[in-house]
């Protein structure tokens, strides 16, 4: 998963020498991903690069219990109307980047500065499907500083 900071803007630190060297935002970037296991139970955030305009990561969904047998039971209205469906991608990183941008602008607030928009809509998503491609996507997000000058997000 990829997601863009508005216009691509440099705002989470700069590379130094292969180096990710983090700014506050990048900081509070950084923090607040560490936050979403402890809100999404089922999910487990273990690869993540914060870039200086962009932010990697590989979201695990773990299993939940359901299986065919019991997504094919049908169930009155009473049983579907508390239940509570499992959060969707689109649910985390809309959550993660409400957080981030509600901090930053208290950061720029407490500085008597402005923050005009955080993100770009949306993210890039891929689903992972063998081994081989997780170990390639690992590893290109954990080298990303090393060759960002050579990635296809990076600006000066």
Request: glycine share 6%; proline share 3%; hydrophobic share 35%.
């Amino acid at each position: 998963m990829t997601i863009c900071t508005q216009n691509r803007e440099c705002l989470f630190g700069e590379v130094e020498n292969g180096i990710m060297r983090l700014s506050e935002y990048g900081e509070i970037a950084g923090e607040e991903w560490g936050y979403l296991e402890n809100r999404f139970h089922t999910t487990t955030f273990n690869v993540f690069q914060i870039m200086p305009n962009h932010i990697h990561a590989i979201i695990c969904i773990n299993n939940v219990g359901a299986t065919l047998a019991v997504a094919q039971n049908t169930v009155d209205a009473d049983t579907r109307a508390g239940a509570s469906p499992a959060p969707t991608v689109g649910d985390m990183i809309g959550a993660y980047k409400s957080l981030v941008q509600k901090r930053c602008l208290d950061l720029c607030r407490s500085k008597n500065a402005t923050l005009g928009k955080l993100w770009q809509r949306n993210y890039y998503e891929h689903i992972i499907r063998n081994d081989s491609e997780y170990i390639r996507i690992a590893e290109y997000i954990s080298n990303n500083p090393k060759t960002w000058e050579d990635d296809k997000l990076w600006t000066k």
